[in-house]
């Protein structure tokens, strides 16, 4: 079954540093996003993607972070200066179309590590 | 008052008793509901989606939505230690399946054999 793939799984970054986490969607799919989520806490929104444009970010999504799609098969978030508060778990989905009945599916994560 | 209510647990059941996990929700305009099984280290995985009000039934899953109490439930029924993970409720708004989606906190669960 295709999967969404995400690298690296684990990354120790010192703050202030910045960070790049990469996904690759499902080939299909047309929807992306990136989910965040620190350590005890619930899973949260950061920002959707369609059609090389953002479609939605969260309030958390600041000038520090930014979404690429450089190739047709990677999608990319930076974190152009980290701080301490970035260590989470971050999550990539994607979905197939807007259509009603389609799920978002996840992949495995990148646990960031900010010293 | 929180968008998505999810008591975090933990959850402690012996093998092949019936689990219930619920989450209850503020925002009238969640239509669609989900339920997401984490293991540790694992990225959500989708175990139920469903649409507004109603039941539905995967195996030994059923999933319950009432919109009028804005409940959602999940049923395991003759759990198994492979369950054993947290469980995460999430929603989102009509339209589109591109709408951002809304978490719970998760639920841990522990199935003893």
């Known amino acids: 079954e295709p999967e969404v793939t995400q690298t690296p799984s684990h990354q120790v970054t010192q703050m202030g540093q910045e960070v790049i986490l990469r996904c690759v969607p499902i080939?299909?799919?047309?929807?992306f996003y990136w989910y965040r989520q620190i350590l005890g806490q619930k899973v949260e929104f950061l920002v959707s993607?369609?059609?090389?444009?953002?479609?939605?970010k969260s309030e958390i999504f600041d000038d520090q972070f930014s979404v690429e799609r450089p190739d047709g098969s990677n999608f990319t978030l930076k974190i152009r200066s980290t701080k301490l508060e970035d260590s989470a778990m971050y999550f990539c989905?994607?979905?197939?179309?807007?259509?009603?009945?389609?799920?978002?599916?996840f992949g495995d994560g990148t646990r960031l590590s900010i010293l | 008052q929180k968008e998505v209510e999810q008591d975090p647990g933990p959850l402690s059941v012996p093998e092949g008793a019936i689990v219930s996990l619920n989450c209850t929700y503020s925002n009238s305009a969640f239509q669609y509901f989900m339920w997401y099984r984490q293991y540790s280290r694992k990225g959500p995985e989708l175990l139920m989606y469903?649409?507004?009000?109603g039941n539905k039934e995967d195996g030994r899953f059923t999933a319950q939505v009432d919109k009028s109490s804005k409940y959602i439930s999940l049923f395991i029924r003759d759990s198994q230690p492979s369950d054993s993970a947290t469980y995460l409720c999430?929603?989102?708004?009509?339209?589109?399946?591109?709408?951002?989606?809304?978490f719970g906190k998760g639920t841990l669960l522990t199935v003893n054999p």
């Open positions: 993607f369609y059609n090389n444009e953002i479609s939605e």
């Open positions: 469903t649409y507004s009000s």
């Open positions: 989905a994607s979905v197939a179309t807007s259509s009603s009945n389609q799920p978002q599916h």
């Open positions: 080939s299909n799919h047309l929807y």
């Open positions: 999430a929603m989102r708004n009509s339209g589109g399946s591109n709408y951002k989606l809304t």
